[in-house]
């Protein structure tokens, strides 16, 4: 069964820096990995996707990466903004079906 | 290319009572995807269509859930007997086809069960 682990559960920075939230999967037979930002009491915001066969995916500021051998993601936000204070989810798409999730990692980014 | 929708997106109830939410999809997609997210924590899947065929149910969707989607298009979530337990939100997610393809997800809608 995979478990997908997100570290840390919460961050704080101030607003500029560059930062790294961390995702990891027992399972690395997978098909993609999904990044999503959740604000409070709204639905998912997709990100990025990473395909099995990706090691990377940019969007903007934000950077993803994939090492399916050792069952980890990163996701790079680049110099930070208050703006971008949300959850941060991480979920892995094994048989093409459903996604598992992580717990989830909530920043802020204090002005 | 109007996202997926869900409603209502606040439904309060009473324990015992019947509660049913909407999902639709993006248009063209054919998979259809229910979750359920508790506070803190991240969302869990609960059941998936291909069209109008619901092909996996989690163990978490027991006896007293029932989900449809008549003609491959909107799906229904409905849930018998409610309990201070289902208290949630409930997600739906659609996308293309299975494997490689984006799931692209609705607002959600909140279950409070009094």
């Known amino acids: 069964k995979q478990e997908v682990t997100q570290i840390p559960a919460a961050l704080s920075v101030p607003e500029g820096e560059n930062l790294v939230l961390n995702c990891s999967f027992t399972?690395?037979?997978?098909?993609?990995l999904q990044w999503f930002r959740q604000d409070p009491g709204k639905g998912l915001t997709s990100l990025l996707l990473i395909q099995s066969s990706q090691r990377e995916q940019t969007s903007g500021r934000l950077n993803a990466s994939l090492d399916k051998s050792s069952g980890r993601s990163t996701l790079y936000i680049a110099a930070s903004q208050p703006g971008d204070s949300a959850t941060y989810l991480c979920a892995v798409n094994n048989a093409g079906n459903m996604l598992t999730f992580g717990g989830g990692t909530r920043l802020m980014v204090k002005p | 290319d109007t996202g997926v929708s869900q409603d209502p997106r606040h439904k309060i109830t009473k324990r015992g009572q019947n509660v049913t939410f909407r999902c639709d999809p993006i248009s063209e997609h054919n998979r259809l995807y229910w979750y359920r997210q508790t506070l803190g924590q991240g969302p869990e899947f609960l059941t998936y269509?291909?069209?109008?065929?619901?092909?996996?149910k989690s163990r978490l969707l027991s006896d007293r859930f029932s989900a449809e989607r008549p003609k491959g298009s909107f799906s229904t979530l409905e849930i018998q007997r409610t309990e201070q337990g289902d208290s949630a939100m409930y997600l739906c997610?659609?996308?293309?086809?299975?494997?490689?393809?984006?799931?692209?997800f609705g607002p959600g809608t909140r279950l409070t069960v009094t």
């Open positions: 399972d690395s037979a997978i098909y993609n």
């Open positions: 997610a659609s996308s293309l086809g299975s494997g490689k393809y984006e799931q692209y």
């Open positions: 269509f291909q069209n109008e065929a619901q092909l996996e």
